[in-house]
């Protein structure tokens, strides 16, 4: 929220100072998606963490089945997401026209979020996520991100 509300503060100053159609604007303008979605992104993430994690709910379960066919084929290709070589996000999203559920890969903060997509489920696929507790096996990391998933948080944010 910091490096947001910074990056907020100085397009306000620019503006002000009537600086809007510099090249400081656009970098800022630029900036401001990868502040506040990485904000937005990690907020999310730490949400759907924690123990106790629960179950999944019933209204997950029925969306992942209806969007993937079976929990197992949703939650393989959400970990095939996961397991991506890069840095990024895996983001499971719900499209809110259709209601279909579909595993993102996240590859910066501020790129390729679909368009008005709900973000259900969270995981977040940079290094610092993982490597001093897990080094450079992700699927250790992943397999202990599932444990700890808030499903919860997860199902309240269907819609």
Known sequence: ???????????????????????????????????????????YYFENLGKPAGEMGPRFRQKVTESFGSLELWEKDFRATGA???????????????GRLINFWINEHDTAHPSGGNPLLIMDVFEHAFMLDYGLKRADYIEAFFKNINWQAVEARIK
């Not at 306000?12 to 990485?38: H, I, M, S, Y």
């Not at 991506?84 to 259709?98: E, K, N, T």
Request: proline letters at 3%.
């Open 1 to 43: 929220m910091t490096n947001t509300n910074k990056v907020l503060e100085l397009l306000e100053q620019v503006l002000k100072e009537d600086k809007g159609a510099t090249p400081a604007f656009g970098e800022l303008k630029r900036r401001l998606g990868w502040e506040f979605n990485g904000m937005r992104l990690h907020e």
């Open 84 to 98: 991506m070589r890069g840095i990024g996000w895996a983001v499971l999203y719900q499209d809110p026209d259709s």
